[in-house]
């Protein structure tokens, strides 16, 4: 008996394999840096041009798929993927990796958006809501895959800076051919209407002034938690070396592998949580993970920083969760998707000037000093935000 991967598996495969290409550099920035002597502002440009590119994928081409129909979307974003790593293989200088980085960038958000209509379109659950549930979970595989990945190749393979690149080269490759093979259902295709201009223009949108204050305080929890993220995806693999006794791409892979991994799990486990208790407890998690951080640029454990990642992982789920239901719950049908634009848009900007700020920073004063910075920063924000959206009525009221 032959056996024949539904339309929902090889759609799956392919979103795996789209997003782990997008991850997969994490690992590699100290051998970037060790290779052509980079600047700790360099390494963080490079991810910042990245987040940029995502984020004029989404501001841009996020409402493609409703257009176009998910596949043409992501049959795009693979292409798109395959250019920027055979850039960023032959990349012979930081400027040239930038455009690489920035064309993948453009093509995670092209397939974060078109694989979710996809997959809910395809899905054998049954139910909507537990259909984006299992999209949501195969997305956080396929993101976990790609620096673990990386950490790996870039640990043993011979030449990482080119041969870690080849599997994604490989399985993209194999993903399009399939994604431009599979026979799909007819309500499987998603719909297809003629493109207009005006669908490329960034929706963004604010709330009525009764919600105002709530969603401004809801927007400074993705600030905070893509900003943490970005701090252990970009600039780990430069001061990993002073937190644990372990060295070498593989340990920030893990790293951030384990906290997209775990961040996924929380966010299933505590979906029914009060949202009020989710968000402020979340934050002092994140809190805590910053201040472990902090402690152990001077102790060195290996220990400490098992537990901060793991506590950075529990903070980023319940934060991710809280801030959205709240943005749902306090959307209408006539602003929903401007405000969740612009909630991304908050949480992009969290993952970019930090990151720059810290550069920045490190440059002039050294990666400990920047790190504490950043830290600091965490956790005096993220005390004031998890006491307030834990009194705040509104919140209380529309997420309790």
């Not at 984006?132 to 030449?159: C, E, H, K, R």
Request: charged share 10%.
């Amino acid at each position: 008996m032959k056996l024949r991967p539904t339309p929902y598996v090889w759609v799956s495969f392919a979103m795996i394999v789209g997003v782990m290409g997008t991850a997969l550099i994490s690992p590699l920035y100290g051998l970037y840096r060790d290779a052509w002597g980079l600047k700790p502002s360099d390494v963080s440009m490079i991810y910042v041009v990245y987040m940029f590119g995502a984020l004029c994928g989404l501001l841009t081409l996020g409402r493609l798929a409703d257009r176009l129909g998910f596949r043409p979307v992501m049959t795009g974003s693979l292409v798109l993927v395959l250019v920027g790593t055979l850039i960023s293989l032959a990349a012979p200088d930081m400027a040239v990796l930038s455009v690489g980085r920035f064309i993948v960038g453009v093509a995670s958000s092209m397939m974060t958006t078109s694989a979710t209509v996809g997959l809910t379109a395809l899905s054998p659950f049954g139910r909507p809501q537990r259909a984006a549930v299992m999209a949501g979970l195969l997305m956080a595989v396929g993101f976990g895959l790609g620096p673990l990945l990386g950490g790996i190749m870039g640990q043993w393979a011979p030449a990482p800076l080119v041969t870690t690149y080849v599997p994604t080269l490989v399985l993209g490759a194999l993903g399009l051919w399939a994604l431009r093979r599979v026979p799909l259902p007819a309500e499987g295709g998603g719909p297809s209407r003629r493109l207009h201009w005006r669908d490329l223009l960034p929706h963004l949108t604010w709330p009525e002034a009764s919600a105002s204050s709530t969603f401004l305080l809801t927007c400074i929890l993705p600030f905070l938690v893509f900003g943490v993220f970005g701090l252990y995806a970009a600039m780990s693999p430069l001061f990993l070396d002073k937190l644990v006794p372990w060295h070498g791409p593989v340990v920030s892979g893990t790293a951030i592998a384990l906290i997209l991994f775990m961040s996924a799990a929380v966010q299933n486990l505590v979906s029914h949580m009060k949202t009020y208790r989710c968000g402020s407890r979340g934050m002092a998690v994140l809190v805590l993970s910053n201040a472990l951080l902090m402690v152990n640029l001077f102790v060195g454990s290996g220990l400490l920083f098992v537990i901060g990642v793991v506590c950075t992982s529990i903070g980023h789920g319940m934060g991710s969760v809280a801030g959205m239901s709240v943005v749902t719950r306090i959307a209408g049908p006539h602003n929903r998707s401007g405000l969740v634009a612009t909630f991304l848009l908050v949480g992009y900007i969290g993952s970019m000037l930090p990151m720059m700020a810290m550069g920045w920073i490190a440059d002039h004063w050294g990666l400990p000093v920047a790190v504490c910075a950043f830290c600091s920063m965490v956790i005096v924000l993220g005390t004031v935000v998890g006491v307030l959206f834990h009194r705040h009525p509104r919140i209380r009221a529309v997420a309790g």
